[in-house]
């Protein structure tokens, strides 16, 4: 069964920083890639970044250029998200996904969902 779990998101003032984690299990982790959405309330999910854990591409959205980092541990089946000079637009639900092969910033095309972990920033 595949599963995915997210934590690490909490309330943080602008300006601070977090690191968001993404467990996963029952899938061969090195042949898949792992993407970070975020849907806010009433805005749709949009695509945060996303790591192949092949080849180790990363895409960013522009406006997290700079300011996240994805990286992946093959070893312990786990992607990270260090948030870093966050805003209070960063505020969402922040979810990881899974695909076979490449990543992507188009959350609907990955199969596997974790169930996501709240991020508020504070201004």
């Known amino acids: 069964e595949v599963q995915l779990v997210e934590s690490g998101g909490e309330l943080v003032q602008a300006g601070g920083s977090l690191r968001l984690s993404c467990a996963a299990s029952g899938f061969t982790f090195d042949n898949y890639a792992i993407g970070w959405f975020r849907q806010a309330p009433g805005k749709e999910r949009e695509g945060v970044s996303s790591i192949s854990n092949i080849d180790g591409s990363t895409y960013y959205a522009d406006s997290v250029k700079g300011r996240f980092t994805i990286s992946s541990d093959n070893a312990k089946n786990t992607v990270y998200l260090q948030m870093n000079n966050l805003r209070p637009e960063d505020t969402a639900v922040y979810y990881c996904?899974?695909?076979?092969?490449?990543?992507?910033?188009?959350?609907?095309?990955?199969?596997?969902w974790g169930q996501g972990t709240q991020v508020t920033v504070s201004s």
């Open positions: 996904a899974a695909r076979a092969w490449s990543g992507s910033l188009v959350p609907d095309i990955y199969g596997y």
